[in-house]
C-alpha cells in the first residue's frame, strides 16, 4: 500500500454540503492562512483553507486559491468551542463514508452503541486500507473521544476479516470493546444491514434514532486529529485505482490525483481520453465526464471506468431468482426489477429497505442494471412523497382556513344581530361604519 | 454465468437421460429433440420480426430450451402416417409454444405459463389419436395400462424400477449444484406426489403405488427440468415450495382420477396460474 | 341429482370462502369524493373557476364539471379523473405549468398591506398590518392568487427547485 500526500498547486474548494451550500467568507485577491475559516452556514460546516496561498475567485459553488509554494497543512485557526456537538461542526466534520453527511447532526440524541464501520466491501475503494496503514491508532482514538463525550458503553468494532487482526491487537487498549466480524456478504458494509447482522435490530430511519452510532474509520480518524491536534477537516485520504491512496486537500484538483491523466495527454492516445473517470466505488458511485473539479469530502475513491468494468449489454430477466437469496435485506430484487414503474407494488415489496448494494447484479445472468435501477426508483419515490405530503399539507391548510372563514363569517351576523337590539347610538355608529365602507368601496 | 450458458446448461443436463432412451427407442428420440428445438428458434426468429423486435435475443438458447424439453416430453409417434406424422406435430407444438405462450405475453420472461407444458396440453386435448400412442419416451403406456384398467377394459400393469429416472435426477444435480435451478422445487413437486400417491395409495385398490407414480410417465423428468423453469415459477422460498407441492398433489390427482392418464403438464398449467399469487404470500410470510 | 348437489356444495364452498377472504381484506373506506380530491394536486389556485381543490372535485363527483379544467395536475390528473369518474379524458383546457413555481415577497417593497394573507389559500404568508410579510415556502402551493392583490407588485414567481 502506498500512501502519498500531494502538494497541490491550485485548490477548487466546493461550497455545496450535504443540504447546505456555505456562504464565502474571504474575497477574491485576498491573502489567506492555512487553517483559515473560507465559508460557512449555520446548518452546515465551516470550509478552512487547507493551504495558505491568494484566492484566485470566489463564486457561490466554488472558491479558488492559488497556494503558495512552501505552505502546508495547519491546525484551524479557531478557539475551540466546549459544547461537544458545537465543536464538531466546528471542526468541520462529514461522515467520511461516501455521503459527507454532517457529524453534529448525526451524533445527536442518546446513543447506547457505537458501532465503528470497518467493512470496506466495494471495490475499489481502499480508503480504510490506508489509513490503518499509516495511522491504525487514530480511529480508536476517535472512537473514545466520541464515546466519552455521548456517554456511550458500549463500542463495537465491526471489521472484515482482513482487518480484524489488526484491531484485535490494539484491543487491550480498549478492554471493554468488542471486536466484530460478520461473514463476507455484499453490502454488508452499508449501516442497516451491518446493525442487522451485529443485533437483529430492525432500523426504520436513521441508526441514531435508535441509539446506535454506526461511524466510518476515516471520521474518526479526523475527530481524532481535530480533537488532539486541532486540525480541522481540509484533508482526506483518497483511494487512486487499486493500489494507491492519497492524503489529499480537498478541493485538490481530480487531475493532480490521477497520474497517468499526463501520460494521457501526451501520447494523445484516443483510448485513454475515451475512459471516464469512476468517483466512489463500482456500484454506489458515479461516473463523471468532468474531470477538472476539486477533491469533496465524500470523494473516497478515483478509478477510471474502462471496457474491463464496463457492464454487458442487459438481457430480459428470466425470473431466475438467483438475486434473491445473495439480497442482504431479504428483497426480491426481480420483484423490484418487474415492477419498478410501479410505485405501490414497490413499496409492498418492501424497496425502501434496499440499500442499493448491487449484489443482485453480481449474480444476474442478464446483466441487468438492478441496483441503478432501483436507485432510479428510489429517487422517483422520495419526489412523489414530498409531492404528496405537501398535497395532502395544503389540503389540509385549506380546509381549516375554509372553517375559520365560514366561523368568522357566522361571528361576523350574530354580531351585527347583537348590534341591532343594542342602543340607537351603536346603531348610529353601525350605519356610520356602513356608509363610510360603502365610499370606500366606490 | 450467461443466459445462453444458463440454457445450453440445462440442454446438457438432459444428455444423459436422452442418450439412454435413444439406446432403448432409437436416434428418433434425439431426432424429435433437435426438430423441436430448431422448429422453436425458427417460430422465434418469425414471431420476433414480426413483433418488430431485435433478432438478437433469438440466440439466447431460450427458445432451442423450450423446443428441446417439448421434444423430450412429446411420445414418439414416427409410425403415424399423414395427416397426423409427427413434423405436423412438431410445428403445431413450436407454434403454440412459441408463438401463442411466449411471445404473444411478451417474450422470454413475460410468460404466465411453461411454453412446452401448454404445447404438450394443448396437442395432447387437440390430437388426443397421436399422443395416445405407445409413449415410449415418458413411459405414459403404463399410465395409460391402468387408466385402462381402471376403466375395466385392461389387466394391472406390472411394472417397476426405470433406471431413466436415475439420469434425469442425476442431471438435475448437476444443474442444481451450478446453481442454476432451485431445489425446493423439484424436491417439493417429488415429496408432494409420493404423498399424496400414498394416502390414495392407502384408499384406494386400484391406485398405483407411489414407487410406480415416481417411475412412470413425466414426474421426475418434470420435477427437474419443467417445474424448475424459473420464468413461471415462484420465486420466494415458501412459494417455491407450495408451488411444488400443488404440482405434485396435482400430477397424481389428475393421474387417479382424471380422464387423462398424465396430468404433470396439466397440472404445471394449472400451478403456474397461481404464482403470481403464490409469490404475494411467500413474501409476506418473510416480512 | 347427485351433479346438481355437488355444484351446489361446490358454491356454498366457494361463496363461503370468498364472502370470508372479503371481510379479511380492508374496506374501501374511501368514497368518491374523497378519492378524486386526493387525485387533486392541492395547490388550491382556482384556475378550474372553482374556489379550490375540494370544491372542484365536488363538482366533478356531481357531474357539473370537465376533467381537463386543472393545468397544475397536467395531462396525468386528467387520466386518474376520467377513470375514476368513468369518463372519456380530454386534452387540458388551459397550459400545464412547466414547473413547480413558489412565490417570493420582495420584502423591501412590502407595505403590510395583508391583503395577500387574505387572498392565500392554504395561510402560507405570514405578517401584520403595516409589517413586512414573507411567504412560508414549505406551504406555499404557488397558486398565484397572492400576485394580483399586491397594490405594489413585489411577489413574484420563482421556481421551487431555486427556493
Redesign the interface.
Known sequence: MLVTTRQPTQLHIALQQYATRALPQVQAHQHIASGQCLADHPNGVPVYAPRAGRVRSVSAQCITIDVDTDSHEAPALVEPHDHFLERVRQGAMVGLGGAAFPAHHKWRGTPHTLVINAMECEAPIHCDRALLSIRPDSPLRGGEILAEALGIARCVIAAKADFAPIFQSMLPRVPSWELFTPAPHRGIGAERTLLRALDGATLHGPASEQGYIVANLGTLDALARWWDHGFALTHRLVSVGNEQAYWAALGTPLPDLLPDTQDAQNTENAAAHSRTLRVGGLLSGTLSTEHHRGLQAQDNSLSWDDASTAP?PA????????C?PVCPE?L?P??LHWYQHQSEALVA??IDACTTCGACDS?C???IPLAAQFMRAKKTLRTQRS?DA??????A??????ARQTRRAEQAVERRAQHRQGDKRQDAIAAALAKRRQRKAS | MTLRNTMLSVVAATLPALAWLSLQHGWIVLIQCLTCALLCVAVEALALRWRGRSLQSVFDGSAALCGWLLGAALPLTLPIAWPWSPLWLWLTGALVAIGLVKQLYGGLGHNVFNPAMVAYAFLLLAFPQPMAQADALSGASVLDLSLQHRLGAAPWPEFGFDPVIVLWSLGGAWLWWRGILSWRLAVGVLASALLVATVVALFSEQALSPWQHLNAGALVFGAWFIATDPVTAPSSRSAQWAFGAIVGAMTVVIRSWGAYPEGFAFAIVFANAMVPLLDRWGLRWRA | MAAALALAALMAVAGTVLALLARRWPEDTQTLLARVDAALPQTQCAQCGFPGCRPYAEALVQGDAAVNLCPPGGEATVQVLAELLGVAAQPLAQCAPTEPMKALIIEADCIGCTLCILACPVDAIMGATKHMHTVLLDECTGCELCIAPCPVDCIELVPARLC
Open positions: 454487458l438481457e430480459p430477466c428470466i425470473r431466475c431468482a438467483r434473491a431479504g426480491l426481480q420483484q415489496l418492501g449474480v445472468p442478464s446483466h409531492i405537501m398535497a395532502e399539507r395544503a389540503q391548510r385549506f380546509a381549516v382556513r375554509n
